[in-house]
């Protein structure tokens, strides 16, 4: 008998619970109200971080790309200087062989 009258008591113990619940929540809104919106909350919160990391990354990734290109065209133009350089500018070339005229 003791043992029916213990699950009878927590029976109307969770209704009593359920009941406060339901009065706190008519007063506050907070179940309704507070907890849905606090989903979409933290799922805004989630997407935009997700969103400005992506744009991070990205824009590491077009800076580490141009400073590559910069270095490679920094390269090609130490490369064509010193070809540049190789060559004998032509005010000092030897102008003692005559150019061949061609004969229409």
């Given at each position: ?94 102008n ?5 005229k061609?004969?229409?």
């Open positions: 008998m003791v043992l029916n009258e213990k699950l009878l008591y927590d029976k109307f113990e969770n209704f009593r619970f359920y009941r406060k619940l339901k009065r706190f929540d008519k007063r506050s809104g907070f179940f309704t109200l507070g907890v849905p919106s606090l989903i979409v909350m933290m799922g805004i919160i989630v997407t935009g971080t997700f969103i400005v990391d992506k744009q991070l990354e990205v824009k590491y990734l077009r800076e580490q790309s141009l400073s590559k290109r910069e270095l490679t065209l920094k390269e090609e133009h130490e490369e064509m200087l010193k070809m540049l350089n190789k060559v004998v500018p032509s005010d000092k070339l030897d003692s062989v005559p150019i061949p061609i004969e229409d």
